[in-house]
Antibody, heavy 124, light 111 residues
């Protein structure tokens, strides 16, 4: 059974960089047709897809966040990370990591495993 | 404002059926058969309910079904049970520019 667990600081100061890690257990992060995603949910709002990294290392980001986001893979630690620069109060949200895959065995069509989420508040 | 529009809340009594709609545009829901639905009990990890518009992963009860017509996808929950009380989110592929978009979520209350 694949499990994902987010970790990182609960508070980040405005203008600084938000850094989160997602530890994956029950499967190798570098094998198979899987995409490793970050998704967030501001309080009282819907989910927002942030971006993804393929098991081979290529990345895609949401156009609205692309200039501030970096997602990277750490195969030795079986984990992947999110970096979000120049944060403001609008970046306060619960951040989720999720695995993306598809029934076709290539590409990504849905998110089949998620972490429980971690709340990050941007506050001085 | 979320890219996909869902009702804020729906409710039903045990044993009844409810439908949750998810309205998008010609750039997402109607353009691709990559609509998925997720159930989220607060404080827990969201769970995949439906993928590829109407496919159920193994382990998801057949009380959950889904379909799509034009710009609108729908999730039908039959034979409501107390444990179905949760938030439900739809998601759609939106092409190589927007990539993935979600709905704002629907809170299901089992009366």
């Amino acid at each position: 059974q694949v499990q994902l667990q987010e970790s990182g600081p609960g508070v980040v100061k405005p203008s600084q960089t938000l850094s989160l890690t997602c530890i994956v257990s029950g499967g190798s992060i570098s094998s198979g047709n899987y995409y490793w995603n970050w998704i967030r949910q501001p309080a009282g709002e819907g989910l927002e897809w942030i971006g993804r990294i393929y098991s081979r290392g290529s990345t895609d980001y949401s156009p609205s966040l692309k200039s501030r986001v970096t997602i990277s893979l750490d195969t030795s630690g079986n984990q992947f990370s999110l970096g979000l620069d120049s944060v403001t109060a609008a970046d306060t949200a619960v951040y989720y990591c999720a695995r993306g895959t598809s029934a076709m065995g290539r590409g990504m069509a849905y998110f089949d495993y998620w972490g429980q989420g971690t709340l990050v508040a941007v506050s001085s | 404002q979320s890219a996909l529009t869902q009702p804020r809340s729906v409710s039903g009594s045990p044993g009844q059926s409810v439908t949750i709609s998810c309205t998008g545009t010609s750039n997402d829901v109607s353009a691709y058969n990559f609509v998925s639905w997720y159930q989220h009990h607060p404080g827990k990890a969201p769970q995949l309910l439906i993928y590829d518009v109407s496919q159920r992963p193994s382990g998801v009860p057949n009380r959950f079904s889904a379909s799509k017509s034009g710009n609108t996808a729908s999730l039908l929950i039959s034979g409501l049970q107390a444990e179905d009380e949760a938030d439900y989110y739809c998601c759609s592929y939106a092409g190589t520019y927007d990539l993935w978009v979600f709905g704002g979520g629907t809170k299901l209350t089992v009366l």
